[in-house]
């Protein structure tokens, strides 16, 4: 499987790494969001968008590439782009949320998810569905058309149960379409 | 080329006490004190021969060239052309780790403190704990016989005197109280924007250094005073670094990869259990922590095997400067084909003092702090081959400049969103609070409420 994770210059691009060269037995290869194109996505068979700093706004490069029908998992700031192109909001979380778990039932599993988000999802955009939620904020959401997959929380973090499992079952989930 | 050893009988007290006495030939030094009934470790670099110094732009490969061999670096004073053996004593600044990033290194006036030096030695020295003997590592027979009488010498001169020196002039901060409470105030509003989950904020003290006085004595005399496991002694002239740092940076032993990040903090006071119970049972300094360790599991693992990096001892306590400090173990195995200095190189500048995501946090910290940190919140470190170094984070560290005479030393806290301005600067204070004791002056003069 030829992964290909772009990096929005966060510190948990390493760890994101690590569990998918784990769960897919290669190492995705990486490329920063300054040096990302959609051309560059040509032969891999998903694309990972990795958790990030600021507000999706400040990433507009991936609009081509959620709309090119090639599968896309986003984490944290991934999923938060995925809104923000397709008409979703993404404001500012009460209170936020950094370093702690929060519980999610998700695909068949009632486990501890870590979470770092200052902003979260606050209209789901037009075309997706929520699969899992804390407190009313989107935890996981799925396209009903194309292949995007967004994860709210870490499944890289240590503080992530079942991390490597939620990965597995996500990507599963995208390339069987 | 190998180096020639010879050995010294003493044990760590008494190598530890002619070590003081070899003040004059101005020897660099890392060194565990003895605490908790662990005799003291010191490994001591005599007569530079040779030395690095990190330009803008220089990356691992210089620095490996030097520790490693392969590429002769600039000279002392005589171009040493093949390879030196043994090992390298040195630092890297703050902003060393600035290009790793891909952010641009500030440039500084003209003699500004440099973004990083290491150098190897004529004679080396250890303590053989096991043995109560001092290990002399030596490049040639004449430096063993000039090191071991050095050694007989020192041994047999009485100890330096004691010291009660004033320290001249003004206590400046770089930040007072208001200012501080501003800083605060904006990291948390980047925080509340998601530019930042936690962001490491430092004041930077600065007072006049007396005339006569050997940076040396207050090196040893902090010490004996406040052991912590990573005291540090490099001379750069005009610069002398006195560090007196508690944690680790990262450590390679063969493929073992272990970094110690600490997050959160309390004063032991009288009831150092209660006080530690409360801080393991604080929602935000475990927040605080696990970041940093997700953070530190991401630096390392740059250059760790795949799915090797695991956590031990989660929320771990520890005793120093009477602070109650909290950490964890973060482990990894080395890649394949790396070096420690790979692995150090990517990790830098150190995550638990700078913030994260930490490329977006060293850019606000930038706007925020109105100081350089030069070799504050950079690194210590001792390297001995491809896979063995240790190194520690520089915090709880001061800098003389013997040319200005003056002495500056930082503190700092982790900045989260539900930081409290006023908690954040008593911490920071009592962070530095060993310097105001030296220099027997009281925060308030730098701007306390």
């Keep these: 499987m030829r992964l290909l994770l772009v990096d929005n210059d966060d510190s948990f691009t390493r760890n994101l790494e690590h569990l998918l060269a784990c769960v897919t037995g290669t190492a995705p290869e990486i490329v920063s969001y300054a040096r990302f194109r959609p051309e560059r996505a040509a032969g891999v068979d998903c694309v990972v968008v990795s958790p990030g700093p600021g507000h999706p706004k400040e990433y507009p490069a991936y609009g081509p590439l959620l709309e090119s029908g090639m599968p896309v998992l986003g984490v944290c700031l991934g999923m938060q782009v995925m809104h923000q192109h397709f008409g979703g909001q993404v404001s500012r979380l009460p209170g936020c949320v950094h370093?702690?778990?929060?519980?999610?039932?998700?695909?068949?599993?009632?486990?501890?998810?870590?979470?770092?988000?200052?902003?979260?999802?606050?209209?789901?955009?037009?075309?997706?569905?929520?699969?899992?939620?804390?407190?009313?904020?989107?935890?996981?959401?799925?396209?009903?058309?194309?292949?995007?997959?967004?994860?709210?929380?870490?499944?890289?973090?240590?503080?992530?149960?079942?991390?490597?499992?939620?990965?597995?079952?996500?990507?599963?989930?995208?390339l069987a379409r | 080329m190998t180096l020639l050893t010879g050995f010294w009988p003493a044990d760590p007290a008494r190598l530890l006490s002619v070590l003081e006495k070899l003040a004059p030939e101005r020897p660099d030094i890392f060194l565990t004190p003895d605490a908790t009934g662990l005799p003291a470790t010191c490994v001591a670099g005599l007569w530079p021969e040779a030395e690095l110094r990190l330009q803008p732009g220089d990356g691992a490969e210089r620095l490996k060239g030097?520790?490693?061999?392969?590429?002769?670096?600039?000279?002392?004073?005589?171009a040493p052309r093949a390879h030196i053996p043994g090992p390298a004593l040195g630092f890297l600044s703050y902003h060393a780790g600035f290009s790793g990033l891909g952010l641009p290194i500030p440039p500084g006036p003209p003699g500004a403190f440099p973004l990083g030096v290491f150098r190897k030695y004529r004679v080396v020295l250890m303590q053989d704990r096991l043995n109560n003997r001092v290990r002399v590592l030596a490049r040639d027979p004449s430096a063993l016989a000039e090191a071991v009488s050095l050694l007989n010498h020192a041994a047999a001169s009485p100890?330096?005197?004691?010291?009660?020196?004033?320290?001249?002039?003004?206590?400046?901060?770089?930040?007072?109280?208001?200012?501080?409470?501003?800083?605060?105030?904006?990291?948390?509003?980047?925080?509340?924007?998601?530019?930042?989950?936690?962001?490491n904020l430092s004041i930077r003290f600065e007072t006049g250094w007396p005339d006569g006085l050997d940076p040396a004595q207050v090196f040893w005399g902090l010490g004996q005073r406040h052991p912590a496991h990573f005291y540090a002694l490099y001379y750069d002239s005009p610069y002398v670094i006195v560090s007196t740092s508690p944690e680790r940076f990262v450590r390679?032993?063969?493929?073992?990869?272990?970094?110690?990040?600490?997050?959160?903090?309390?004063?032991?006071?009288?009831?150092?259990?209660?006080?530690?119970?409360?801080?393991?049972?604080?929602?935000?300094?475990?927040?605080?922590?696990?970041?940093?360790?997700?953070?530190?599991?991401?630096?390392?693992?740059?250059?760790?095997?795949?799915?090797?990096?695991?956590?031990?001892?989660?929320?771990?306590?520890?005793?120093?400067?009477?602070?109650?400090?909290?950490?964890?173990?973060?482990?990894?195995?080395?890649?394949?084909?790396?070096?420690?200095?790979?692995?150090?190189?990517?990790a830098l500048p150190p995550g638990s003092v700078t913030g994260c995501p930490k490329k977006r946090a060293a850019e606000i910290i930038g706007r925020l702090e109105p100081h350089q940190r030069d070799v504050y919140c950079g690194c210590m470190a001792l390297v001995w081959d491809e896979n063995t170094m240790d190194s520690s984070v520089a915090i709880r560290t001061a800098v003389l400049d013997e040319e200005r005479k003056r002495l500056a030393f930082f503190a700092g806290s982790g900045i989260v969103v539900d930081s409290d301005p006023f908690l954040e600067y008593q911490e920071?204070?009592?962070?530095?609070?060993?310097?105001?004791?030296?220099?027997?002056?009281?925060?308030?003069?730098?701007?306390?409420?």
């Design chain 1, 99 to 174: 370093g702690a778990a929060s519980r999610i039932e998700l695909w068949g599993r009632s486990v501890l998810v870590a979470r770092y988000h200052s902003l979260y999802v606050s209209h789901v955009a037009d075309g997706f569905d929520v699969l899992a939620s804390c407190g009313g904020v989107p935890m996981a959401c799925a396209h009903r058309r194309l292949p995007l997959l967004g994860l709210q929380f870490h499944p890289e973090s240590f503080l992530t149960q079942c991390g490597a499992e939620f990965l597995h079952d996500a990507l599963d989930r995208l």
């Design chain 2, 252 to 346: 390679v032993r063969g493929d073992e990869v272990l970094s110690q990040p600490i997050k959160g903090t309390r004063r032991a006071g009288s009831d150092a259990l209660a006080a530690a119970a409360a801080l393991k049972a604080s929602p935000k300094e475990d927040r605080e922590l696990s970041m940093i360790v997700d953070l530190i599991r991401n630096d390392i693992g740059a250059r760790c095997v795949h799915g090797s990096v695991a956590v031990e001892g989660h929320k771990s306590i520890f005793l120093v400067d009477g602070l109650l400090q909290m950490y964890s173990n973060v482990q990894g195995r080395l890649r394949p084909g790396a070096t420690c200095l790979d692995l150090l190189w990517d």
């Design chain 2, 159 to 199: 100890p330096m005197a004691a010291a009660a020196p004033t320290f001249p002039g003004p206590l400046d901060a770089s930040l007072d109280a208001t200012a501080y409470r501003q800083a605060v105030q904006q990291a948390r509003e980047a925080i509340l924007d998601g530019h930042v989950y936690q962001l």
């Design chain 2, 428 to 449: 920071t204070l009592a962070k530095a609070e060993k310097f105001f004791t030296l220099i027997n002056r009281h925060p308030a003069e730098a701007g306390e409420p």
């Design chain 2, 66 to 78: 030097f520790c490693f061999g392969g590429s002769a670096p600039g000279p002392l004073s005589e």
